[in-house]
Structure formats: C-alpha cells, structure tokens
C-alpha cells in the first residue's frame, strides 16, 4: 500500500460523522422531543442504526420520506404531513427538525413551511414546539450540526423573565454519565442547574414494564424557556470559544453573563470548573468532591510511574480531543499526535492553551484527520497508546498496541454510554484505565509473566 | 417439519381475531393513512388452489411514521456491493452516508491469500464540500478514483451516487467512463443510487444488479472445472452464512462459481455466466440478475433456502435433482446424513423449551420467510410477518407478476432490455429435461412467496411501523420478535426480547446445519431467558412486605 500523495482530496475512513447526527443527539436530549430529519428516509435510519449501537437504547427519528418528485417539486408537503403524524401518533412535546443534504441542496425554506404549517394548525390544538435547524453534511461535521441544534433551541425558546437563581450549562456532546455527574456537581452546589441537552435518561434509559414513545427525561421545556432569566450560562468547550453559541446568543438577547470554559477533563480543566461554581454559588466544593481531587491526585503521584513518557495519540471531536490532551499531558503521558475529522481551525490553538507549561514538545496537532492519515503518522511517531473511539480499533490492532476507548462511536465495548470523562471522577477512571493497559500490555508482551507489577 | 400440509396451513393461529387485531391497528390513524395502511395489512388466507389475498407493497412509506426501511444507496452500495472485497467504492458525497455504511452490515469474507485485495476495512469518500455542491463535483470525484487507484491499484472502482448528485447534475457514469480509459486496467463504473430515489433500499438492489450485470458479469469466459457449476445469488455472508454453505456445496462436490455476493470477489463476477445453475436464496434482493444471465447465457434458476436444517436437506436435494445425476444425489445424501445427527440432538433439546412458543418477523425482502422455517423446527409458530422492502411477488409468488402496475416510483428504476448473448447463449436443459424436472417436485423459475407457506390467519403486515410493532406486542405478547437494531430496544424495552436479523446480535452463522444449531440454541436462550420477571423491585412486586416493626 502506497503513502498517498499530498495534497489529495477524497477522505479514505474518515473520523468524523455527519452534521444532521449530532443535531438529533441534541435534540433527544429535550423532554418530551422527538428529533426529525427533512430529506431522503435513508439518512433517518442510518443515524438511528448508528446512534443505537453506541447506546443500546431505543433512538426514534422521524423522517420527511422525500422521493424523487419531491426532490425536483419540494418537500414542504411531506414536511407538514410528516409533522402532523409524529404530533398526532407520538405525542410530542418539541419536533426538532433538521435538514439533510437533500434539502438543503434543493433549497426547502423549513422554517417558512413550519411557519405556514402552525398558521394552518392555529386555533384548532396546542401543538408542540417546533424547532428547526439547518444542518447540511457538506458543511461541517456531527459536532457543528450538535452546537447549531443547542443554539436553534435557545434562540427559538428561550424568553426573558423575572431573574431566577438558575446557572444554564451547556455540556457539549459529552456521555450520559458524564451529564449524571454534572447534575450531582449542581446539585452538591446547591446550584439549580439548567443542563441543556440533557440525554442522560433518554440515551441511557431504565428497563420499564410498560414502554414509553418518547422516554422519559431530557430538559424540561419550561427549563429551557426560562434560560433566559438565569443568573449565568456555563459554556464547555475550547473550540467554541469566540464563537456564535447558544451561550453567545444568551448574552446577546438576554445579558445573561457568560462563563466559557474547556471541557473539565484532568485535574486543572476540572478545577477552572470547579472555581466558576465556587464563584456563582459563593460556596467551595462540596466536600465529596474535594475528597474525590484529593484521591485523584494522590493517584496521579501513585500512577506516574507505570506511565511516564508512554506516547500517546489522540483522536476524535476537537473539544474531547482537546480535555484529554489536557489530562494525558498532567499524568505524565505525551500526546504525540492530536487529530479529529472536524475542521474548526482552533484546535492548534486550544491544545497549545491546555498543554502549555507541561509538555519537552508539542504534540502534532491536526485537524481534517480521515484514519488513512493518521496511521501514516503513526509509522514515525511509533506511540504506545491510542485514545479515542471505536474506528480506530484496526490502527491499534496493526501496531499491537492497547486502544483507551472514549467518545463516540463506541460499538465494539459494552458500555460506551456509562464512560465517565469528566471532572475528577472520569479523570480518576480514565487514569486508571490507562495506568492498566499499559500494564497489561507490560505483562502480556513479557516472557515471564510477572505476577507482582 | 419443512413446510405445512394443507389442513396445518388453515387450521387457526392462535386464539384471536386478525380481523379485530387488524381494525385496533388502524383505529388510531387519520383516515387517509389508514385506508393506505388497511392494504398493507392482511390476514392470511389461503384457498384451495394456493392463492393467497392481494397486499400493497413496495409503496411509499408515510412520512413521519417511524419505520424500518432504508434508502436506495443502502441497497445498492450497503447491502449488494458492499459484501464484495476487491472492488473499491466510492461514496461520491458527502461524509454520513459513507460513514454508516462502513462495516456496518457485517458481511464476513476470507481473502484467498495475503496477494488477494481486501478493501473491506476501508471507507472512501469524496466528502463533498461546499464548494462542490455549488460549483459541481465531478473534478473532485475524478481526483478521488485517480487517488484511490494510485494507492492500491485495484481492479474495479465503482462511484455510488449520494443525494446532492442527482440534484447538481454530477455525471457519474461520464466520469466513469473517463476514468476507466484514463487508468487503462482498472474497470471503473458509476451507480445512480441517490437515496431518494424508489421507495426503499428495493430501488438500490435493483440499480446494483444492473450495474454488476452490465459491467463486470461475463468478462471473463474462462469455463472452471467442476461437473456442477453454480452460482449463489441473494447470499450475503451476514455472521459467515457464506462460509457454511460453501462448506456443504465442497463436501457435495458442487463448485460455486460466484456468490452474488457474499465472501464474494470482482473475477468470480467476470466469470459467473459459465455456470450452469443460479440459487436464489434472497429473491427480492437479486432475482434481477438471475432473469437477465437466464435471458442472455441460457443459466436457468431455482429458489433455494439455507435456513433451517430441513430447509437446507431441501436446497440440497433440489440441486441434485437439477443436475440428474446419481453420483451427486448420493453425495449429496452422505452429507444430509452426517449433518442431522447433531442438529437432531440440539432441536429436540431446544424444542422442549421452545415448544408452543410464538414469533413475529418483520425484516428484509426475504428473511421474514425463511426464518420463520427455523422457528418451525423447534416447535415455534410465526403468527405476524412482514418484510420491510419487498414486493408483492415476495409475498404472494412470482404468479402475480403479469399483474402488477409499475408506478411511478418504479419506472424511474432503469429496467435493462438484455437478450441472447449471439456467441455466449447456451441453453442448459433440453425441453425433454425441463418437462422432466418439472413433473418431479422441481420449480424452474419459481418463487411462491411467503404468504402461502403461512396459516391461514396470520397476520402479514407490509413495511411496519413502530407505532403498530408496539400496538402488537400490547395485543399478542409474543415471546419473540425477529427484526434489526432500530427495532431492538424499543421492542425490549417492552419485555420482549428481539433477534436482530440483519446482522444476527453479532452472532451467527445461522445459515446450513451448523448454523440451525447455533440458531435453535440462541433462542432457546432468548426466549427463556428469567430476566424479565425481575422488572419489578421486590418492593414493588410485595408492598405488604415493605416494613413491620418486630414487635407487631
């Protein structure tokens, strides 16, 4: 197999999904929603399939059904009837609506069909809310389809209001018990929080005796809509920074102050996480949590060892890239290679900003990464360790080396919905995982067997 | 075992009203959605003569009604193609489409030897920007074959059209035929796929078998040596099917020239018309292919199914029969007697456990049919089937085919006008033989759908939605339903467990006798299975035990 030639074009397994994905994640983490694709069914039952097998929960996404007429005439007729069967057969709270490649190429005005569709429906019921987002795959990856999904929301619902003690936050596409444990930081706070999306339930339901359409979970409706009254907004993720956010657009329409932050992954991210709380709830960390730095950082000391100086490379969406280049490089890891599908063009400068201080050199940081490309970077960065989600599972069979599985898609492990990554509990969790692949790495790759490590 | 006598097929399913069960389905529609919905649901009967009661299919289905079906690119690109391990292809569009469709069938293939390609882990895209969809892709595309063919000089690209490449007028088949000049040994052809295109993943099947015919099937006229030559089609090597028919066909002495397209590879392709014989297992998928070889090499077809033991002794035996001769029906009986020892002492261990127990299907254009043989064998009834793609001939038989309206939908697919190949046209079977063979038991040509293999009663429920999959688990419970992963944790969700068919809960093979076993074994498993009771708490189930001072 040849080195492809530079610079070329196609994208040969790439590390990145499509933008209408990460729109309906956001959206499933509303209650009551049910996330719609206008375009081609196709694209509804992929995204579903593939959603599904990282989560292992049910995952509905309704779908306009475009054909080929409606491809050359429009699909507003489909639309509207399409929204009217997930209003009537579903009962649904909010229809989130975003489009596909299919409608955006031929140009379908969504928001003006829905317009006309709640002008025809007036009067005769209270309909749910209908929230659209424009979401073309040509544009950007799951991760921009994601925020754009979180932004419409605000902008399309929330209102301003009498002042509440609320503190909006604004996770990012983080794991359900990643979202668990960020209710259990607000609530050890004392800070009522407004968690948005929140899919910790509705991606990692219980076992029922009677089924449930639409699972039970996900923001409040009435939540959202008061967001605009909250005392503060939390906004996770270096990348968004500067950027046109839900966050931006609350200070914007409401002055509701905001609070950006990177992904709280490692001890130091987590600890400008924790001193914001400190500063809006005028409190220190509840005492669970700082036992649970304690112990972290104990185990950094108690871990160093077994680990310092492996190389590391990490993959996936920018922000999750760049919280655990932040963590490997406080553990005594070298990330040697930062890469991710997306293309935001602040990712050089977010690793930079987490790294700086702690690390001989700096990693190879990388962005428009497809697999093919990485792998050719690992043939001279030679790394012990993989970090990242499920597709790069061959790169680290071929150079037999252990894969830390993280993010998204996770569907050759159990679990990927319970992963923990955040705070001092997921840094704990994560160091642990690591601090044993090498060791079992250690221990399988010797002739002896050491039984004692 | 194998199939029901006359009086089995109209002696009643289970004690309830498909007719009352059929109306409770509807009640909650609009009515327009209900009276299109009213022909796509029927209770089975079936009448002296073997005719069974008409159902829509292969219609639109109805937007925003959860569902199962896929799109025309999943068809083409995903589920024929995709099987084959030295043809790279190209999604020309933009990043999901070629991203779902990466591995995620999980059809199984065993390269020959480390020089043979294996394309299978890789995923190529043109990873539309932009900048294409507004100036035109086609440039980007050329670069993306010249770079695919530059890093592993393969035999065959094929370019599967995504949405946006249709709407901008991207050429494909232009740009194909350009490219295949320009790399000289390397045959590159386009696929008009775009997922709006048909009503379902059908359209896409369709569009695939004419592509493969067209420009790869009869390349190569190297006749192989074996005195049974056929061809596999339909077979798609979901959990190593493939690997365990190949099994039987070696020990049978039968030589398979290509698999359409299973474990298959580009040159078993080019060299499939000299077979003598074509299998259809999944005849919704491929019947395509097997009429136009028929039409232009003379290759007549059977249907065949490997799922199920008693199924798979069937195929076995019909093969035999085709080809006439001793030797191989001697053979081909060795192997039925080796092999059904084992599944015999599995089935009835499994069947005591299983007996009496129901299921329901709702999956694909073909396995609805044949797994509910399975589920027989161990003592299960199906009492509702549907596919999610097929047409109506796979429901009721190739007989209705004369009959059936091409609507619009339909006529966009391409229908290739193919006739005798002038040098090639070889017919296998003299008139004597065929009126011979069709006196035995042996259909030439023949599909007889599942509808007259199912009682009468039973409900057929064409392209489900989930709104009636739960109305059904509500009303029957059934212990089992066999469907996919979009289904899964709904239906689970609902305490009753589900049997992914497409891609098997990453298990299998389910195909052959082997596979009979590991199927008998794994619903067994499933259906009873002691977890569900647990649901409820302790607490909950006995609130009287909640608390009680010991003095009480």
Redesign the interface.
């Known amino acids: 197999?040849?080195r492809?030639?530079e610079p070329?074009?196609?994208?040969?397994?790439?590390c990145?999904?499509?933008?209408?994905?990460g729109a309906c994640l956001a959206f499933r983490g509303i209650e009551g929603a049910v996330p719609?694709l206008h375009?081609?069914?196709?694209?509804?039952?992929?995204?579903?399939?593939?959603i599904?097998?990282h989560f292992?929960?049910?995952?509905?996404?309704?779908?306009?059904?475009?054909?080929?007429?409606?491809?050359v005439y429009g699909g507003g007729a489909?639309?509207k009837?399409?929204?009217?069967?997930?209003m009537?057969?579903y009962g649904a709270r909010l229809i989130g609506v975003a489009t596909?490649?299919?409608t955006e190429?031929?140009g379908d005005d969504v928001p003006m069909i829905v317009r006309k569709f709640r002008q025809e429906k007036k009067g005769r019921e209270r309909g749910p809310e209908i929230v659209t987002v424009s979401t073309?795959?040509?544009?950007g990856?799951h991760m921009e389809g994601f925020h754009a999904a979180v932004k419409a929301v605000v902008e399309q619902l929330a209102r301003a209001g009498a002042a509440t003690e609320a503190v909006n936050l604004l996770p990012g596409f983080v794991s359900p018990a990643d979202i668990r444990y960020l209710r259990e930081i607000f609530r050890d706070f004392e800070i009522p929080g407004i968690i948005l999306p929140d899919f910790a339930d509705t991606l990692d339901?219980q076992?029922?005796?009677?089924?449930?359409?639409i699972p039970a979970g996900g923001t409040p409706l009435e939540a959202i809509k008061r967001m605009g009254a909250s005392r503060a907004t939390v906004e996770l993720g270096r990348t968004l920074f500067s950027q046109e956010t839900a966050g931006q657009v609350l200070v914007e329409r409401f002055d509701v102050p905001l609070h950006r932050l990177g992904t709280p992954i490692g001890l130091r991210e987590t600890d400008a996480f924790f001193q914001i709380l400190e500063q809006i709830s005028g409190r220190p960390a509840p005492e669970p949590h700082a036992g649970e730095r304690g112990r972290l950082l104990d185990a950094y000391v108690d871990g160093h060892k077994y680990i310092f100086g492996q190389k590391a490379v990490v993959y996936g969406e920018e922000d999750l890239v760049v919280g655990l280049t932040a963590f490997l490089a406080e553990i005594g890891v070298r990330p040697v290679l930062c890469a991710s599908?997306g293309g935001s063009g602040r990712l050089a400068a977010a690793i930079a900003a987490v790294t700086g201080g702690l690390l001989p050199e700096p990693p190879v940081v990388r962005e428009g990464m497809d697999f093919y490309e990485i792998s050719e970077e690992l043939e001279a960065l030679e790394p012990d360790l993989l970090i990242g989600h499920s597709k790069g599972y061959?790169l680290a069979r071929k150079r037999g080396i252990p894969l830390i599985r993280v993010g998204f898609p996770i569907h050759d492990r159990f679990g990927g919905q319970r992963i923990l990554h955040l705070g001092y509990r997921g840094a704990q969790s994560l160091l642990d995982r690591i601090v044993n692949a090498i060791l079992e790495k250690k221990q399988e790759d010797s002739r002896v067997g050491y039984g004692y490590l | 075992m194998d199939t029901l006598n006359p009086e089995e097929l109209s002696s009643p399913v289970i004690d309830i009203n498909a007719e009352e069960v059929k109306q409770e389905l509807l009640e909650?529609y609009?009515t327009k959605?209900a009276r299109k919905r009213a022909k796509q649901i029927v209770v089975n009967a079936i009448d002296l003569e073997g005719v069974v009661p008409e159902i829509q299919s292969n219609v639109?289905?109805?937007?925003?009604?959860?569902?199962?079906?896929?799109?025309?690119?999943?068809g083409c690109k995903g589920v024929v193609l995709g099987p084959t391990r030295d043809i790279v292809n190209?999604t020309h569009?933009?990043?999901?489409?070629?991203?779902?469709?990466?591995l995620?069938r999980r059809n199984q293939t065993k390269p020959k030897g480390p020089e043979d390609h294996n394309f299978m882990?890789?995923?190529?895209?043109?990873?539309?920007?932009?900048e294409?969809?507004v100036f035109g892709g086609e440039k980007?595309l050329k670069?993306?074959i010249q770079?695919?063919y530059?890093?592993?000089q393969p035999k065959a690209i094929g370019i599967f059209a995504?949405?946006?490449v249709?709407?901008?007028g991207d050429d494909v088949h232009a740009v194909a035929r350009e490219m295949k000049e320009k790399l000289g040994d390397c045959n590159v052809f386009g696929f008009s796929c775009?997922?709006?295109?048909?009503?379902?993943?059908s359209a896409g099947h369709h569009i695939a078998n004419n592509g493969v015919f067209t420009h790869i099937v009869g390349l190569d006229d190297k006749v192989r040596e074996g005195k049974y030559k056929i061809n596999m089609l339909g077979e798609y090597n979901i959990g190593g099917d493939a690997f365990e028919i190949e099994r039987l066909f070696e020990d049978c002495g039968i030589t398979l020239i290509s698999t359409f397209s299973g474990n298959s590879s580009y040159d078993n392709f080019a060299n499939s018309h000299t077979a003598d014989l074509n299998l259809i297992m999944c005849h919704r998928s491929i019947n395509y292919v097997a009429e136009m070889m028929e039409t232009k090499f003379g290759i007549p077809w059977i249907k065949v199914n490997f799922i199920g033991a008693e199924a798979t002794a069937k195929s076995l035996r019909k093969i035999a029969a085709y080809f006439e001769d001793p030797e191989l029906t001697e053979k081909v009986e060795e192997v039925i007697a080796r092999e059904m020892p084992a599944v015999e002492k599995v089935r009835e261990e499994v069947k005591a456990r299983c007996r009496g127990k129901v299921a329901m299907l709702f999956v694909g254009g073909s396995r609805a049919h044949h797994y509910q043989e399975l589920f027989r064998e161990i003592g299960m009834e199906t009492i509702a089937a549907g596919y999610e793609f097929a047409h109506r001939d796979d429901y009721e038989g190739r007989r209705v085919l004369p009959g059936l309206k091409v609507d619009?939908?339909s006529r966009?697919i391409e229908e290739l006008h193919v006739e005798p190949d002038p040098g090639r046209f070889r017919p296998r079977l003299s008139p004597d033989q065929i009126a011979r063979l069709e006196q035995g038991d042996l259909k030439l040509s023949e599909y007889q759908g599942m509808m007259p293999e199912m009682k009468s009663g039973s409900l057929v429920i064409d392209d489900i939605s989930?709104?009636e999959t739960?109305k059904l688990?509500e009303i029957f419970r059934p212990d089992i339903i066999g469907a996919?992963?979009?289904e899964?944790?709904?239906i689970q969700?609902?305490?009753v467990p589900l049997k992914q068919l497409h891609s098997y809960d990453y298990s299998g093979p389910y195909a052959g006798f082997k596979g009979a076993i590991n199927f008998y074994r794994e619903i067994d498993r499933m259906v009873n299975s002691k977890v569900w009771k647990y649901?409820?708490a302790p607490w909950q189930e006995h609130p009287e035990l909640a608390a009680k001072y010991v003095w009480e």
Not at chain 2, 60 to 74: D, E, H, S
């Open positions: 197999m040849k492809k030639s070329y074009v196609s994208t040969t397994n790439a990145k999904l499509c933008k209408p994905l719609f375009g081609s069914q196709g694209c509804a039952t992929y995204m579903r399939r593939y599904i097998s292992r929960e049910p995952m509905d996404i309704a779908s306009s059904s475009l054909g080929e007429k409606n491809a489909n639309l009837q399409g929204l009217h069967n997930v009537t057969k596909t490649c299919l190429t031929i073309p795959s040509y544009a990856t339901g076992a029922q005796v009677d089924y449930e359409k599908g061959h | 909650k609009p959605v639109r289905t109805t937007p925003g009604l959860i569902g199962q079906r896929g799109c025309t690119y999943a190209i569009g933009p990043i999901g489409c070629g991203f779902y469709s990466w995620t882990m890789y995923c190529f895209s043109t990873d539309m920007q932009e294409q969809i980007k670069q993306a770079e695919a530059d890093l592993f995504t949405c946006p249709g709407l901008i775009e997922g709006y295109k048909g009503v379902s993943q619009a939908d966009n989930q709104f739960e688990i996919g992963i979009k899964k944790y709904v969700k609902s305490g649901l409820k």
